[in-house]
């Protein structure tokens, strides 16, 4: 007899990434537990930054962040909702709307502001280790097939996502997770 599997806390949430296949069409499915209030515990991925993945709704995403100061802003960008979240010692997390109205994430942002490297510690990473503030060696070294999209690095997974990682002074500032080859100079783009 099996005993029942404890249920996430309302600090925690388990995500299932895709399932896999191999040449021998296995298919394996791995479960990461997510601690909300602990963005180290994050995985970035091309479709998801911790608990929040593209596609998804914009305003369920939202009431998963409840560790972070959230806002909202327009700004020059008419057509797109952007949601923010804040937390002290902790890069921004953004996301923005595919089209005003539709209610879906199109693209998940991390920001390291100042000094980059003050996040090592505390930045989701990707499943080789890349977060706000690695350097451009370690990335180039994580991910040796990356290529240089005129202004920053990206890399996509064969299915039409990318991440993209955008580096200032040989250190990765911003993590872009959407379905294009680009990070845009704001986030309407």
Not at 24 to 31: E, I, K, N, P
Not at 71 to 98: A, W
């Amino acid at each position: 007899m099996q005993s029942p599997t404890p249920s996430a806390g309302p600090t925690e949430s388990a995500i299932q990434p895709r399932s896999t296949s191999t040449a021998t069409t296995t298919t394996t499915t791995t479960t990461t537990t997510v601690d909300l209030a602990e963005p180290s515990s994050w995985i970035i991925d091309f479709t998801s930054v911790g608990p929040l993945a593209i596609g998804a709704d914009l305003e369920a995403a939202k009431r998963t962040m409840t560790a972070f100061a959230s806002g909202t802003g327009l700004g020059s960008c008419p057509s797109h909702s952007i949601l923010s979240f804040d937390k002290t010692g902790y890069p921004s997390v953004f996301i923005t709307e595919k089209n005003k109205g539709d209610g879906l994430i199109e693209q998940i942002v991390l920001e390291g502001t100042g000094d980059s490297s003050e996040y090592l510690t505390t930045s989701p990473r990707t499943r080789t280790g890349i977060g706000i503030g690695a350097t451009l060696d370690q990335l180039k070294s994580a991910y040796p097939d990356i290529t240089y999209q005129d202004d920053h690095y990206a890399l996509p997974d064969g299915h039409g996502n990318w991440m993209n990682f955008d580096v200032l002074e040989g250190l990765v500032k911003h993590i872009v997770v959407r379905p294009l080859p680009v990070i845009a100079r704001e986030l309407c783009g």
